[in-house]
RNA sequence: GGGCCUGUAGCUCAGUUGGUUAGAGCGCGCCCCUGAUAAGGGCGAGGUGGGUAGUUCGAUUCUACCCAGGCCCA
């Protein structure tokens, strides 16, 4: 025989699964035969009647094309949904989009090019509703493109009539049980958009304001601070002049030292640690001290406001620090958060004398009809004139601006609807409640309850178009606001038929019940309140528009999984509007992940250049690629994404689809009913490599159930580079190839190899979603109804094969197989040896445990080696270190023409003098 | 400015309850193979552990400050 027939003779790997795995014309086509068999169907109606794990999803802004963000958001949680599955779990998964709101209004003013009054309000929202179902279809085809399964032909939409008639209930239901209350209070305003801002859609940025120190002069109770002084005035440093003619006190800290500070003709109060700062800022350099109290002396006090005719108290706050200004906080709880706090606690009038576009209402007397920025000045010379004025210049500070017209913003005091964070003990419920639930990563609890702790009421109203109208109706004779059981039953039904638009189409008489007067003053002409209500609101109630609306997901549901600003956000609407509707937290745990970054850790932006997008991502390489790289990150910090990183998956993933292809390869002629060799009597490296097999198995799945997806994949890989291609499946080739296809050698081997292949393609499964679909239906002995991976149930752990005692042992003969690479190696540079099969490597070992392992090993060590011949030399006790030393001859005898090997049989069969005798006898 | 968080080889990650020469895989360099072949194998070189100061016999691991970056808030 030939040489080159004998290759006929060898079983050479055989397989359909393609090396190139050309994602991105595959993957269409998984998808396409998925939807055709209905897959997320059968996943949710396989797992009928067992144990739930609904994850609930998050809605994202129906607005524009999909970023990393929502890949890796989406992936991650579609990860968690197709592990469940195979877990065994029911775990359907409804995806949800946030319709409302800002956002959705800005495009469309844009698109429209017009503005907010421009637009009758019901053609407007009309257009909205197009608009946001417009972004649902486009994002829901680019979710569909990562392999995300769920129930896209049913997601939940905050603009669907019943999630509508939903949000209005729930409101109503707050404000029956006593949540809700109407109150003048300062909000973020734009006077420009003449807009209540929400906290999200204030942005801070650079602005140039007066700097400006004022005096306030004592009218009374000096002489209880400072005795004997006779007169002397508070010195106060604002930046905002404007809310001066606001203002009703001034505050200070007890604990702090002041200083009475006589500074030419006058003397001034100052806290002491912040003396020199100011005199040096107000340009003066003689001062005497002339006094000294602490802040505590200085609360009976009453001084004249700088502008008019009137009285402010001294009042004590927390937030008045040393960090800028004098110690001596001019308090205007019309134009402050922290203001109007303290206004709160000591009784003040919530005073704010301007109008809806910034200008000044008549209240402000002479300043009247001015806009606030412009009146500065005025307010300054003012100042001035009545010798108020100690030092003006200007600043350059962090301001916070309008996030859609980019103007700086003011705060305003304006009657709102707020949801009362401290009544019926909603916040020490919500922080009691939230040590219950389990924070991934733990931090996480930390870090919502100081929200929690420290958030103000939250303001309900929105003065916009596009969203839900407040449910309330006002007396007309008597302002009286109604919301009675009998009133929400009517728009609430109304909403859920005709959708929230009919709030604006219907008068108001068709949300009053018959014969119905105003409690307060009898009155019988109603109308409508105009604001709708924050968008935070839709989505923060989905726990009752969506899991407890549908029977197949309840409430309250396993997992809410989102990035980690949602601590603010989502967690925390969803969580109180939770706890007071229903008593509880709507998630037994919250998971968050972090931010996207560029690959020096920046952020992504338009300006920067850095922006990498899914899309590119899926169209270069595949969706696999975008989730083995969610896999591979830590997702618990800020991830980092790159053109660099990506050639890394890129690599990492072929390495992972060549073992899965060379495992099939070599599995074509495999049954495992009819070939399957039990374990007691496979090879020892076959068990070996099964004990480290069922390790992974047991390793990766505690991952999974951590969430720990970067461990999977480490695992996994490691795998496949480490213990198989590089060793096991390596040495394997030989026997593979050249044994009798139906030894039990090479049978041995096989059994080995499908066990792998089944618990790896699974293992990967919830991850390369496409990849693994594929490799799986080239598995031999597959079932033939089980249609996809993803219906198929996690592998079962099979102690068998699992040994310490071998794995113990291996662990020293690779030691040992890592010295003898070396000496092949320095071989190989030498030129003495090419390919390790030239190569006869003797041992000698000093006596000991390890020679004994040897020997005993003897046989099989020359294919652990991939080298011929392999002789075991015991030497006298060595010095410490040097137990081992390896020595490389070439092999004795002739390479084999049919299996390589070096053997002094080739040539001693006549029929076959080229190949050894091991192979004559599998050739004849 | 405040709260929370991150910073270990080119990349992705380990690890150290403070203790001998800080690990893995990839990538990189050199080499082998050509029966996983737009594959496979071997060897090797890479880290002042963001910086500074301190606590300690000893710090990557503890403390403070600083720098860079992120989320949230102001």
Redesign the pocket.
Known sequence: MEKKE??AT?N??KTSFP?KASLNTREPLLLENWAKEDLYGKMVSLRKGREKFVLHDGPPYANGDIHMGHALNKTLKDIVVKYKTMRGFQSPYVPGWDCHGLPVEHQLFRELGIGKHQIDRRVFREKARDYALRYVSVQREQFKRLGIFADWGNPYLTLDPAYQAKIVECFGKLYLDGYIYRGLRPIHWCATCETALA??E?E?DEHRSPSIYVAFSVVSGLDKAFPGLGEAELLIWTTTPWTLPANRAVAVRPEFEYSAVRVGARILIIAKELLDRVMADIGVKEFGIVGSCRGKALEKLRVRHPLVERESPIVFSEHVTL?QGTGCVHIAPGHG?EDYQVGRRYGLDVFAPVNEKGEFTKEAGIFAGLKVEDANGKIIEHLRSRGTLLASREVVH?YPHCWRCKNPIIFRATTQWFLGVDRKGLRERALAIIKSVQWIPE?GQ??IG??IENRPDWCLSRQRLWGVPLPILYCEACGEAIVTEGTLQLIRSAVAERGADVWFIEPAEAFIPHGFACPSCGGKEFRKEEDIIDVWFDSGISHQAVLAARAELGYPCALYLEG??QH?GWFQTSLLTSIALRGDAPFSAVLTH??I?DGE???MSKSAGNVIAPQGIIDRYGADILRLWVA???YS????ISE??LD?LV??Y??IR??L??LL?NLYDFSPERDSVPCDRMEEIDRWILSRTERLLAVVTNAYERYDF?EVY?QI??FC??D????Y??IL?DRL??RAAASPERRSAQTAMKRILDILVKICAPILAFTAEDAWREIPGRPENQVSIHLSDWPIRDDHCVSEALEGEWEKLLEVR?EV??A??VA??GGAI??SLGARVTISCAEGDLLLLLEEKEEMLADLFIVSQVTVQAVPKAREGEQLSVTVLNAEGKKCG???RYSTSVGGNGDHPTICSRCVEVVD
């Open positions: 004998y290759k060898l050479l790997p090396m906290e999200a204030v801070y960090d958060d962090s931090r930390n870090r100081s929200m980690s600003d603010r972090g931010f970054m850790g920046k952020k591979s990150v830590d910090v800020d991830v980092r660099e990183i890394h690599d990492a072929r390495r060549n073992t292809r060379f390869g970067c480490h890989y490691n580079a480490v198989l291609s590089s060793l499946l390596d080739k190839y050249t890592s690479s070396k092949l190696e190989r540079q090419g390919n049919r299996c390589w």
